[in-house]
Antibody, heavy 118, light 108 residues
Framework: EVQLVETGGGLIQPGGSLRLSCAAS????????MSWVRQAPGKGLEWVSV???????YYADSVKGRFTISRDNSKNTLYLQMNSLRAEDTAVYYC????????????WGQGTLVTVSS | SYVLTQPPSVSVAPGQTARITCGGN??????VHWYQQKPGQAPVLVVY???DRPSGIPERFSGSNSGNTATLTISRVEAGDEADYYC???????????FGTGTKVTVL
């Protein structure tokens, strides 16, 4: 059974850093396309970043240069390193597996809440 | 960047048909996917590649895509279909994934 479990969210001050983790089971992270999607309170879904099986990474303009997506193959885990956090980064962060055929998200984690506030 | 526009809300009586549109420039040339999200839960894929359904999704959910509009159709609407619905595409020109603005479906 495919499972994705995010951890690492919490309250952080503006300008601070946080690393989110997404532990996967039932499939191999490194063989798949993996993404982060966020949702600000009461708002819609916003794609954040993707890492392809070959290692290429892409970012939304709103986080480029501040966030870094990576994976640990030995732990079958996806990460999102978030630096220079802003109030507008406050959101529930979901990790999701993306199909590499027509680029949809077939499995999602339950999400972890990041609150950026002083 | 590519933009997908959805109506903020759609209201429908039980047993009737709900249609949710997703507008984008020449969206008919892209593969469109649809997600259902209930309060406090993660999104769930209900239609992929314009009109295919994942296993476990009722046949009442169907999709179409042509020109500048993609449509998710929910037939014989039930109270349990009340949720937010999002369309999504992959923009090959930027290698970015794009979500629509979202539509809240209310069952009267």
């Amino acid at each position: 059974e495919v499972q994705l479990v995010e951890t690492g969210g919490g309250l952080i001050q503006p300008g601070g850093s946080l690393r989110l983790s997404c532990a996967a089971s039932g499939f191999t992270v490194s063989s798949n396309y993996m993404s982060w999607v966020r949702q600000a309170p009461g708002k819609g879904l916003e794609w954040v970043s993707v890492i392809y099986s070959g290692g290429s990474t892409y970012y939304a303009d709103s986080v480029k240069g501040r966030f870094t997506i990576s994976r640990d193959n030995s732990k079958n885990t996806l990460y999102l390193q978030m630096n220079s956090l802003r109030a507008e980064d406050t959101a529930v962060y979901y990790c999701a597996r993306a199909s590499y055929v027509v680029y949809y998200f077939d499995y999602w984690g339950q999400g972890t809440l990041v609150t950026v506030s002083s | 960047s590519y933009v997908l526009t959805q109506p903020p809300s759609v209201s429908v009586a039980p047993g009737q048909t709900a249609r949710i549109t997703c507008g984008g420039n020449n969206i008919g040339s892209k593969s469109v996917h649809w997600y259902q999200q209930k309060p406090g839960q993660a999104p769930v894929l209900v239609v992929y590649d314009d009109s295919d359904r994942p296993s476990g999704i009722p046949e009442r959910f169907s999709g179409s895509n042509s020109g500048n509009t993609a449509t998710l159709t929910i037939s014989r609407v039930e109270a349990g279909d009340e949720a937010d619905y999002y369309c999504q595409v992959w923009d090959s020109s930027s290698d970015h994934y794009v979500f629509g603005t979202g539509t809240k479906v209310t069952v009267l």
